[in-house]
């Protein structure tokens, strides 16, 4: 709804703004993807929603932890911020990483969980836009994101592993971020 406003505001176009609404509410990228499908959206309204959306990643990502830091803020407290506030689950690692460790546990728990939305979003964007959902293009990160959660939640005696395998994939992540950076790389 505020995307909504805020699109007629800044006089951008109703699926434009409809995607950098999804991308911001839920999870960056893999949201603008997953509902540009069900809502035919053009290449060019998926462009300026990503390119939008990555922008405020990047800037999320160096400025957070030192916001953080001038707030004094605790590392559960800066964890639940980074997660609810940076859309980019890649973003949030990134930042709540350079944070501390409890803040990276915490934010990528809570961001994950957010983007669980990403389905009942695209669902009712198909609604909301009349379109037939031919298939939803989830991303595989949320089936493995809940396949680890109930493993954690049962098994706990795999806890061990999932500490080694969180590092594991903090460092994957951030190599992904210093990849993507690289001008005329990718």
Request: glycine share 8%; with cysteine; hydrophobic share 55%.
């Amino acid at each position: 709804m505020i995307g909504g406003i805020a699109g007629k505001l800044f006089m951008v176009d109703k699926k434009t703004s409809f995607l950098i609404s999804a991308g911001t509410a839920i999870c960056g990228g893999s949201a603008i993807a997953a509902v540009a499908t069900v809502i035919d959206a053009e290449e060019k309204q998926v462009s300026v929603a990503l390119g939008t959306v990555f922008i405020l990643n990047l800037v999320a990502l160096f400025l957070f932890p030192e916001v953080g830091r001038l707030l004094q803020m605790t590392q559960h407290q800066f964890g639940l911020w980074a997660a609810i506030a940076i859309h980019d689950t890649s973003s949030v690692v990134g930042a709540a990483g350079k944070y501390g460790h409890e803040a990276l546990l915490l934010a990528t728990t809570v961001k994950l969980a957010r983007t669980l939305w990403i389905i009942p979003v695209t669902i009712i964007s198909s609604i909301i836009f009349k379109q037939k959902i031919h298939n939803i293009k989830a991303p595989w990160f949320i089936v493995f994101f809940v396949g680890a959660t109930i493993l954690h939640t049962y098994l706990p005696q795999l806890q061990p592993f999932f500490r080694y395998s969180m590092r594991a994939m903090v460092l994957t992540c951030q190599l992904q971020i210093f990849v993507v950076s690289i001008p005329g790389k990718v």
